[in-house]
């Protein structure tokens, strides 16, 4: 076995300022998460800017530990005021708030903190064994394969999508057009822009990203503050959060179980943490013997639903690393922080920036660590942030968006881009549409379009040629199978309910 | 309330400590440049720009190859000049918001940009950009494409790919990163040189993807940069044909130049400093001095070395010519 993978990076992640950005992303990141309102994704875009300055490895993984922390922040606002600070975080209040009434507040805290170190720390060995398999696999995912994987990540982001599916398709749509404005990437010819030099390489990923998720929560924020300026959050007081052994102990086998389940949504592209511990919850609820408990503040629930979605990061950084997709929203926009330092995520990663790589595991490690000891020490803590007045918050991350938007290329254009971007994203939120199907159309419509474009010419423009390349390779046909399938399931499943409705 | 106080003033240090962590890597840049300036012993030259200020637009990103040779660049032209000088990132539109800004830029000589022949494919696609108000002022590097095959593809040298390709017209398919750009006219160059025709598959986002395409045997034939194909052919993905040059490449000893092979096709890939044009010639003389200068240093070749890139350096008179033929030669491929 080639230890290098593991050992390559050591000495860049030893050095006490990897660390510490670590802790301060893993830390700010908890911050993000616990505030409801900030989302992993807001926390990640509105902090890119800050890393320019840093190498790429404390850079990416300051993101890194921002992304876990986040994910694992929801919990904390999720048992003391039953908001989820972030959507993963839905399935930990039900069973977590219970709980913190009934007193038991710490208890909460402190086995969901447990849980979610130890998914992420199981997703993050499942990321190590296999991302580099696939991404040995790598010279066998061609344009074709390459293409493939994008289509399923796009219609499984519309089926999965929370609400209608008719709004996550608009909102797809919304991004693939977005993804339209730029260069042609086989001709290089400007494709809708209207002439403006600035839209010649597209409209900026980051800056847009910094406007859809930071500018539209602040607005929402706002908003919400004028229409009900009296509401009062009640924090439950939460004592000592470390778990006792008897409690882990019983609770081992549902940790486990739902990390896999984690995992594997992980590493779908499109799906993500919130289903990873839909999905989960649900599992735990068909095989739990006391299922009766679970929604009145069973600790079974809780353990399900934060090591699903914690170890669901482990998942998505599977495909990040080794074949650039994204996973979810979040990982999207890790796509974008990767390439700000200049590495293209991907195959090629494992073979030019191994020692980035492997800090990447190494690093991923240390975050989850951070995670169970911040958390064990200072979740109660955290839950004083909601009582921070919100002008100052709201306007602390406005300021962030307007210097982070700029600072991506020195550019006041991105700065424009990020205010249309708030206000589209917002109009959004107004017509109920998700924005994560436009964040994941934005990065994987390119990555589909040039594959696709690339594939036909390969196929020397033979549609025949083309359709039968799916035939000759088998991962192309397999994925392109089940996207098909995907697709066809609503008219499958709505024809079913049309029966037994006849019935 | 005491509470929320602080917990809200260590989230603002937080953030502070952050954007002091940003700072801190301008802060060192000008310490060096102090240190260098106490330790120079050449004498400073008799320049207007002393105590001035030099903004250095840079076409990309920070990290990539251009980045990091305006950085290497800037210190040593401090300390000659005596003014201070400003990276400053401008990746919008690909360089070409950066290329239009130092167009119309005020001929002092303190607005410089760098960039590769990317500069003339950029303004071949996008008309903003008006060449003719750009003064080339000094070349720094020269490197060249190495024409890449699959480890196990029939062809063994160049010759015995030259002519399978003639035997069939248009069937070979040779990787591009996109028409019009850079490693389109290398492989367009190689075509014409060697009377064949190819097929063009473009991989747009650039020279790994395209090493890659080429072991995975998706495409015949790849030319580009020789520190991409390297790690491919060390892990014996792929060979090396030859280099499109009439000198051996420094990281690929063993390879044989185009010449060498048979084909009379060069490919210089070269990059350089630029500034507006109507610059004043006394001015011109001193910023091509100061970068002669930081380009001799023993830092900035070892920095060429470690990126596998070959030092050369021409004045803005020799640049400027070399420059226009460029030019000249890129309008006929496009024709």
């Known amino acids: 076995m080639d230890l290098n993978l593991y050992t390559a990076g050591l000495e860049q992640i030893l050095q006490i300022d990897v660390i510490f950005f670590i802790f301060i992303g893993t830390l700010l990141g908890i911050l993000t998460g616990s505030i409801p309102g900030l989302s992993a994704m807001m926390g990640v875009s509105i902090l890119i800017p800050l890393t320019y300055s840093l190498s790429s490895t404390a850079g990416i993984l300051m993101l890194i530990g921002v992304y876990l922390g986040a994910v694992y922040g929801g919990a904390i606002s999720a048992t003391l005021v039953n908001i989820p600070g972030t959507p993963s975080a839905v399935m930990t209040a039900l069973d977590a708030y219970p709980l913190a009434k009934k007193g038991q507040a710490g208890r909460a805290l402190g086995i969901s903190t447990v849980a979610s170190s130890l998914g992420g720390l199981f997703s993050v060995i499942t990321l190590v064994l296999f991302a580099p398999l696939i991404a040995n696999l790598a010279l066998e995912f061609t344009s074709y394969e390459i293409f493939a994987i994008a289509f399923f990540g796009l219609s499984i982001m519309a089926y999965i999508s929370p609400g209608s599916m008719v709004k996550g398709l608009i909102s797809g749509c919304i991004g693939l057009l977005i993804a339209m404005i730029g260069a042609d990437p086989m001709t290089g010819q400007a494709r809708f822009t209207f002439g403006s030099i600035h839209l010649f390489s597209g409209v900026q990923f980051i800056a847009s990203m910094v406007g859809l998720y930071g500018v539209t929560e602040v607005i929402l924020n706002i908003e919400k503050k004028i229409q009900e300026p009296e509401k009062k959050i009640e924090v439950v007081k939460a004592t000592r959060a470390i778990p006792s052994w008897l409690d882990i102990r019983k609770l081992w086998g549902v940790i486990a179980r739902s990390s896999v389940i984690g995992v594997v949504i992980g590493a779908i592209p499109g799906a993500g943490g919130t289903i990873a511990s839909i999905v989960s919850y649900a599992q735990q609820k068909k095989l739990s013997k006391n299922a009766s408990e679970m929604g009145k503040g069973s600790l079974e629930g809780v353990s399900a639903a934060e090591s699903a979605n914690n170890a669901c990061t482990g998942g998505t950084m599977i495909t990040l690393l080794s074949l650039g997709i994204p996973g979810d929203a979040v990982t999207a926009i890790l796509i974008g922080a990767f390439m700000v330092h200049g590495i293209q995520p991907g195959p090629t990663m494992f073979q030019e920036n191994i020692d980035l790589v492997s800090a990447i595991f190494l690093g991923m490690v240390i975050a989850n660590i951070f995670i169970l000891i911040i958390g064990l020490k200072g979740a109660r803590y955290f839950a004083r942030l909601l009582s921070i007045p919100d002008p100052i918050l709201n306007s602390t991350i406005l300021a962030f968006c307007f210097l982070g938007s700029f600072a991506v290329q020195n550019s006041f254009f991105d700065v424009a881009t990020m205010l249309v971007f708030s206000i589209l994203g917002y109009l959004m939120v107004k017509a109920d549409i998700p924005r994560a199907p436009l964040v994941l159309a934005f990065i994987l419509g390119p990555l589909m379009e040039m594959n696709l474009r690339r594939s036909l010419s390969l196929a020397q423009d033979d549609l025949s040629q083309f359709i039968f390349a799916f035939v000759e390779r088998p991962i192309a046909g397999v994925v392109l199978l089940i996207t098909l399938i995907t697709l066809l399931m609503p008219f499958i499943r709505k024809k079913k309910i049309f029966k037994e409705q006849l019935k | ?335």
């Not at chain 2, 040298?157 to 750009?181: D, Y």
């Not at chain 2, 064949?196 to 598959?201: A, D, F, P, T």
């Open chain 2, 1 to 335: 309330m005491k509470k929320v106080t602080s917990v809200l003033l260590t989230i603002l240090f937080l953030f502070s400590i952050l954007l002091v962590g940003c700072n801190a890597k301008e802060s060192s840049l000008s310490k060096n440049n102090e240190n260098s300036q106490s330790k120079d012993e050449e004498g400073k030259l008799n320049t207007s720009f002393s105590g001035e200020e030099i903004t250095f637009l840079i076409p990309n990103g920070p990290g990539g190859a251009n980045d990091l040779s305006v950085r290497g660049l800037i210190p040593e032209m401090e300390s000659e000049l005596g003014a201070e000088i400003i990276p400053k990132n401008q990746p919008a539109s690909k360089g070409i918001v950066a290329a239009v800004d130092v167009s119309r830029s005020k001929p002092n000589g303190q607005t410089l940009y760098f960039n590769s022949q990317t500069l003339i494919l950029l303004s071949l696609q996008e008309k903003s950009i008006d060449l003719s108000k750009i003064q080339p002022l000094a070349q720094v590097v020269e490197d060249t494409s190495a024409i890449s095959v699959p480890k196990d593809s029939p062809y063994n040298t160049l010759e015995e790919l030259v002519e399978a390709a003639k035997k069939n017209p248009g069937k070979l398919k040779i990787a591009t990163n996109g028409k019009g750009a850079l490693w389109d006219f290398s492989a367009k160059t190689f075509a014409k040189e060697a009377g064949i025709e190819l097929q063009y598959i473009p991989y747009s986002s650039g020279g790994s993807e395209m090493s890659k395409a080429v072991a995975a045997g998706e495409v015949d034939i790849s030319a580009n940069s020789p520190s991409e194909v390297k790690p491919l052919v060390d892990a014996g993905k792929i060979k090396v044909l030859a280099v499109q040059s009439d000198e051996r490449h420094s990281l690929l000893p063993d390879v044989p130049t185009t010449t060498e092979a048979g084909v009379e096709s060069v490919f210089p890939v070269w990059r350089g400093v630029f500034t507006v044009k109507e610059t004043d010639e006394v001015v011109l003389d001193q910023l091509e001095q100061s970068i002669k200068q930081s380009w001799e240093r023993k830092k900035f070749k070892e920095f060429l070395d470690n990126k596998g890139m070959n030092g050369k350096f021409r004045g803005h008179k020799e640049f400027t010519e070399f420059f226009n033929n460029q030019v000249e030669m890129y309008k006929e491929l496009v024709e």
